[in-house]
């Protein structure tokens, strides 16, 4: 295909044709310079002379994609604190686009926003395959940091005790 398009401008040089008589003619519904779309296209030639008598020439035009799809605001890394009370936080991100020259795109992602991700670094990728088997990538890493401290709970108040009787120290429970 022609960059940023789905089809191909293809030149050839056409055929010549020559009778033993005059008035002879050729057609096509094809041109050099034409535009041709994705796949196989039969471009065929018909000399027909006065009396009637015909003569085909044929050859087929093959257009390819291979052109990758286009990303288009690829989110940056993503740093987070973990969701209050738990180990892990929820994290949102505006999508990347992914553009093809080419109508029939197929977009996945291993993450969505809104996703729960674990304490430490998730890469996120979104892939974007085109019709023809052309793909692009993006990825980027979401991080979540435990930012919240421990808690301590039950802790016994200061002791004071005597010790214990002939000794230096004291038992203590």
Known sequence: TDPGTCNALVNWTA????????????????????????GTTAVTYTATDATGTIATC???????????????????NI????DPGSCDAVVTWIPPSITD??????????????????IG?????????????NISTCTFDVTVNDTENPVITGCPVDITQANDAGNCDA???
């Not at 050099?32 to 994705?38: A, E, L, V, Y």
């Not at 670094?121 to 088997?133: F, R, S």
């Open 121 to 133: 670094t998730t890469t996120v990728t979104y892939t974007g395959t085109d019709g023809a088997g």
């Open 15 to 38: 055929p010549t044709i020559s009778d033993n008589c005059p008035g002879v003619a050729m057609t096509s519904r094809h041109s050099p310079g034409m535009s041709f779309p994705i």
């Open 79 to 82: 740093i987070v604190n973990n």
């Open 58 to 76: 044929s050859f087929d035009v093959l257009i390819t994609d291979v052109e990758n799809p286009v990303v288009i605001a690829c989110p940056g």
């Open 101 to 118: 020259n080419c109508v029939t795109l197929t977009v996945t992602s291993s993450h969505n926003p809104g996703d729960v991700f674990p």
């Open 171 to 173: 038992i203590v429970t």
